[in-house]
């Protein structure tokens, strides 16, 4: 067992620590009283929520309760660590650069704290080279005579799946260039987990990394995208392309799903961090910038259909939205797609009704968009808007409740519209939709209810591929 302290009580922070203390001594510091008292109060069993949404997370800390505590004292907090875990916050500017200066922060504080020898593995998501700053504020304010080792150790979690991704992950990743540290880390995981998840490698190589990690997923799905249009064009089917592809090992099926493109608090911001990187060190991620470009065309491209089922003309429609998080189980609105598209809709015109199964994720909605109070609403259950009024439904998210829709309830809306901005309809209920006369709308697989022009595309050929 060893004693860890994590900076920051945060996304990453709350959970890594909750997990960290089912075999280690664990204190969570953050500044904030608030999110300190709250995590303590669940942590004695007085309190059943937190300032975080995810799920497994409450059962977690009360199952740990013995080893783990948070304050916001930063000597108890530095009283005998092993190992620091920082974990705090590096928000993009307005560049899309991370903002280094929580990060800093945290390390000042160690080194003007700290009495013992311990290594500080950074968890935040930076830009590389970043421990290596680290390192140096660190030796510039120390003031006791300590050896400080610095390294990087990402984190691959999942937001709504954190507990789970903690407790069964594919792969540990972390870096340092001290031996000893490396060491003292691999024997850190190995009370937690089996010696084959372990990844150790230099500083520089984690921290690179994560962003080719979160890149190459991000990648995946942009890849897919574009060809979802392609097969919207053609008639091909993207949801049948991604089986033919998945199937193969080498690929994998995983992040494969064409959708209105991704978002989150990751993908995006990290996506453009790395671009921009490469850019700066004159080595230029080309794929990674087309990425970019393909996610917000995907958008687009997913608005314009909704816009062009009522011939361009939205002034006076009205929409549901199901799903408003930027995925299933999240209160999580950071570059959520469905916000955008309803963002879309609303300047357009048109009146959006939005439910979430998230309560968070609708009142975070609440508090993001001032402006455009008046122009929609918040409900609380799923076909409570479902009426007469409404000319579209869209789907927002990838949850369960969204993916088999009750097709009596559907009929009654006026506009016979659905737009599936995830692609979760499978092909029978598209196919009864269709008999009642909906119209559906997706992202690479309109085909299933729409037949092929088979004529148009052999006139193509005869007429481009013969010579
Ligand atoms: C991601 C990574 O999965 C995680 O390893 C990393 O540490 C942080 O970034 P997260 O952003 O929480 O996690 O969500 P994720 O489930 O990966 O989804 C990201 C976005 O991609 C969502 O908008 C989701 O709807 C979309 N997505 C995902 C697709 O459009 N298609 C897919 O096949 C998978």
Request: with cysteine; aromatic share 8%.
């Amino acid at each position: 067992m060893a004693n860890v302290t994590i900076f920051g009580a945060g996304y990453v922070g709350v959970p890594t620590g909750a997990h960290f203390a089912r075999t280690h001594q664990v204190t969570i510091y953050d500044p904030d009283t608030n999110k300190v008292e709250n995590i303590n109060k669940v942590i004695d069993n007085n309190a059943d929520s937190l300032h975080i949404h995810e799920k497994g997370l409450i059962e977690l800390l009360q199952e740990n309760h013995e080893n783990i505590t948070a304050t916001t004292d930063i000597k108890q907090a530095l009283e005998n660590p092993e190992i620091i875990f920082i974990a705090v916050g590096t928000p993009p500017n307005e560049k899309g650069r991370a903002n280094l200066k929580y990060v800093c922060s945290a390390a000042e504080q160690i080194a003007k704290n700290i009495k013992n020898d311990c290594v500080v593995l950074n968890k935040s998501t930076v830009p590389p080279g970043t421990a290596y700053l680290v390192q140096e504020i660190i030796n510039n304010n120390l003031k006791s005579d300590v050896k400080i080792a610095v390294g990087s150790c990402p984190e691959f979690l999942a937001e709504g799946t954190a507990v789970e991704d903690l407790r069964t992950p594919d792969r540990i990743v972390y870096g340092c260039d001290d031996k000893d540290a490396i060491e003292q880390i691999t024997e850190f995981f190995l009370f937690l987990h089996g010696r084959s998840t372990l990844a150790p490698m230099t500083t520089l190589s984690a921290e690179v990394t994560k962003y080719a990690a979160n890149a190459l997923l991000a990648t995946k799905i942009s890849f897919m995208n574009s060809l979802a249009i392609l097969c919207d064009a053609v008639g091909a089917n993207i949801r049948e392309v991604q089986e033919g592809v998945g199937k193969d090992t080498r690929v994998g099926r995983k992040f494969l799903n064409a959708s209105m493109g991704y978002g989150g608090s990751c993908f995006p911001k990290d996506t453009s961090a790395i671009a921009e990187y490469g850019q700066l060190f004159n080595s230029p991620l080309e794929i990674i910038e087309s990425t970019i470009l393909v996610n917000n065309k995907t958008t687009d491209y997913f608005s314009k259909k909704i816009s062009e089922a009522f011939g361009g003309d939205l002034v006076g429609k009205n929409f549901i939205i199901w799903g408003i998080g930027f995925k299933a189980r999240t209160d999580d609105l950071r570059e959520s797609k469905p916000v955008q598209v309803a963002r879309e809709l609303m300047d357009q015109g048109a009146y959006v009704h939005i439910y979430d199964t998230v309560r968070g994720a609708l009142e975070n909605f609440e508090n993001e968009n001032p402006s455009y109070k008046g122009k929609y609403s918040i409900y609380h259950e799923q076909y409570e808007m479902v009426n007469g009024n409404i000319d579209g439904l869209i789907i927002g998210n990838e949850h369960e409740k969204f993916r088999n829709p009750d097709v009596n309830k559907l009929d009654s809306m006026r506009g016979k519209h659905i737009f599936d901005g995830k692609n979760i309809l499978n092909n029978y209920l598209i196919k009864s939709l269709k008999s009642k006369g909906f119209n559906y709308k997706s992202v690479g697989k309109d085909t299933v209810a729409n037949p092929v022009n088979k004529t148009r595309l052999i006139d193509f050929l005869k007429h481009e591929y013969m010579d």
